[in-house]
């Protein structure tokens, strides 16, 4: 089995030896029509390359993401890989962080990669696609979902996540036709994709009459949000929208509780969606909510069911919000080979135009630029320490 280390090189590993649960397989389009070639020794690998943060507060996620990955890696390897070639994922720490981010694309293809599953944040993807384009590879991520990463209109990205003008208008509507309050503060990290959901946020909650102060742009370093409780109380905002990440997020629902606003509403965007939000703030986690796209890994079917186990079996942990998103990219990358009839890049890149996959997060197919097609977001609320489908939806 190829194993998870966390570290700061490449975490590779040919063989694999995950048991496969039929009723995955069959609904994963690429490992369902992978040829069964066990017996035969591989013609080669197929080494991809995995960004991912490996250090910083968003490591958690990276981790949750990488180990998607290499569960779908591990089952294709299992059956023979991709048209007999055996999957090699190439992790390289981005921390999150562009500069770290351009470092590792540029190692990554340095060593030869021919594809690229990685990047959990847009503020790290963005400038990594360049980098990736000239090199002429395929560009699949996983959670990356801002606006910007398709703006250059590049033919060889493509976001599994669908993009975060969802989480803007799901937050309004929820707002609006769930909550009914009448002024929203919205708060975000300074981060590329926190940015560009905030923006969406306050024009499509204006849009709607529900009046909006001043977007609080919060250092992503900063522990003490008093400044913005402050800007809360005397504002009279009746909810807050964090776009932000969720190791503030959960500093800010404490920190919101203990100054006594328990009758605010506190929503956060899918970038604070994780197990440790709800392990770092306790207690004051409870009742709040969030917005991200549906899937079925909350809805409970069958399919996820079986993830949610193989996963377990494999890491000794529950996947994060984002692993069936990682597990799908491998798994929408083998299909695409699979129908081009080849690894080579530039075939997998025109292939990947026409893909249409049955994934765990639902069906897998992209715009001419890239953007996944056809999601739908939902309102999440923690109850009891655990993620749930919120009973009232907009």
């Known amino acids: 089995m190829q194993t998870r280390t966390r570290k700061l090189v490449s975490v590779v590993a040919v063989a694999g030896t995950v ?26 690998v197929y080494n991809i390359g995995v960004p991912m943060p490996e250090t910083g507060p968003n490591a958690q996620a990276g981790s949750e993401i990488f180990d998607g990955e290499l569960l779908a890696a591990n089952q294709l390897n299992a059956h023979g890989g991709i048209l007999g070639h055996k999957l090699k994922l190439n992790e390289q720490d981005d921390a999150c962080d562009p500069q ?17 599953v990685g990047n959990y944040c847009s503020g790290a993807a963005l400038p990594a696609e360049p980098i990736v384009k000239r090199a002429g590879l395929p560009n699949i991520q996983p959670s990356a979902n801002d606006p910007s990463l398709t703006a250059a ?16 208008t799901e937050a309004t509507a929820f707002f609006k036709k769930v909550e009914h309050v009448k002024k929203v503060l919205v708060a975000d990290d300074q981060s590329t994709f926190a940015v560009g959901v905030a923006n969406l946020a306050v024009r499509d909650m204006r849009k709607a009459g529900i009046s909006v102060p001043a977007i609080q742009a919060v250092p992503a370093t900063q522990t003490d949000l008093s400044s913005v ?28 509780r203990a100054a006594g606003l328990n009758k605010v509403v506190f929503a956060v965007a899918d970038g604070s ?10 207690p004051a986690g409870n009742g709040t909510f969030a917005t991200i796209v549906d ?67 639902g069906a897998v197919s ?29």
Do not use: C
């Not at 048991?19 to 080669?44: D, I, K, Q, W, Y």
């Not at 209109?153 to 976001?159: E, S």
């Not at 081009?340 to 890149?349: C, E, F, Q, T």
């Not at 890239?370 to 919120?390: H, S």
């Open 153 to 168: 209109k590049l033919n060889n990205v493509f976001l599994m996540d669908p993009t975060s003008s969802g989480d803007a």
């Open 229 to 256: 409780i402050a800007v809360v109380k005397s504002s009279g905002a009746q909810a807050v929208y964090w776009t932000g990440y969720y190791a503030q997020a959960a500093l800010f629902a404490k920190q919101l």
């Open 295 to 361: 899937t079925t890994q909350f809805l409970g079917g069958q399919n996820a069911k079986t993830f949610i186990k193989q996963y377990q079996k494999a890491f000794h942990s529950a996947p994060g919000p984002y692993s069936a998103y990682g597990y799908d990219a491998i798994n929408t990358l083998a299909a695409a080979a699979n129908a081009a009839h080849s690894i080579a890049p530039a075939k997998v890149i025109q292939a990947l135009h026409k893909v249409h996959y049955k994934g765990l997060t």
């Open 100 to 116: 770290t981010s351009a470092a590792a694309a540029t190692k990554l293809v340095s060593e030869g990669v021919q594809a690229f």
């Open 366 to 394: 992209f715009t001419k630029v890239g953007a996944r097609v056809g999601a739908k977001f939902v309102v999440l609320e923690v109850k009891k320490g655990a993620y749930t489908v919120a009973p009232k939806q907009p």
């Open 19 to 44: 048991a496969v649960g039929t009723t995955v397989v069959a609904s994963a389009g690429a490992a369902a029509s992978t040829p069964a070639r066990s017996g035969r020794a591989a013609r080669s």
């Open 273 to 282: 969606v994780d197990p440790t939000f709800i392990s770092d703030a306790g």
